[in-house]
């Protein structure tokens, strides 16, 4: 029988390789965004794409902090950002594309779509109650993204449903999803 100090190690591990790869994908969505940023038009379509990208960017930095904190306090180390990420498989479904502004904030729109799905999904495996709460928090946030981006697509006169499902999760992802 495993001793109380052993399980503690192990989930305290465990919560440590979850809030790592979540911060991993913060990273990537920080990084998305500046890149992304460049290559959107100075028209009114591509600076309402901007506002909106600047503001989830903005949370994606707060959620970094977070994640990071909680590294640091169960004593691991938050994983680095990397120079760049690689967003070809959404490319590659058409999930977006970097050729328009309302491509870009499909690709934006696909990967906020991940992330809540992750958060979500990452969140129950989770062993420390305090994580579960954190991370359930952030995946609301991250649904909240993609909503936005819904409701600008809205705006520009793409009508289709804000929420598109009552529960956003792998199985009705296609749902959230917009295709090139």
Known sequence: MATFDAILATDKQNDLEILNNALYFEHQGIWAYDFAA?????????????????????????????????IRDLGGTPVQPEPSYDLSSYLNKGEGNLDSDVNIAKLALAVETDAAIAY????AKLKIPS????????????????????????????????????IMSAENRDLWVLKV
């Open 131 to 166: 994580l579960v709460m954190a991370a359930a928090g952030i995946g609301s946030v991250e649904s909240i993204h993609a909503a936005r981006i819904r409701a600008a697509f809205n705006s520009l006169g793409i009508e289709m449903p804000v929420v598109p499902s009552a």
């Open 38 to 70: 460049g290559k959107l038009s100075n028209t009114d379509v591509g600076k309402a794409v901007l506002a909106l990208a600047l503001e989830n960017q903005a949370d994606h930095k707060q959620h970094r902090a977070v994640l990071s904190a909680a």
């Open 120 to 123: 979500v999904t990452e969140a």
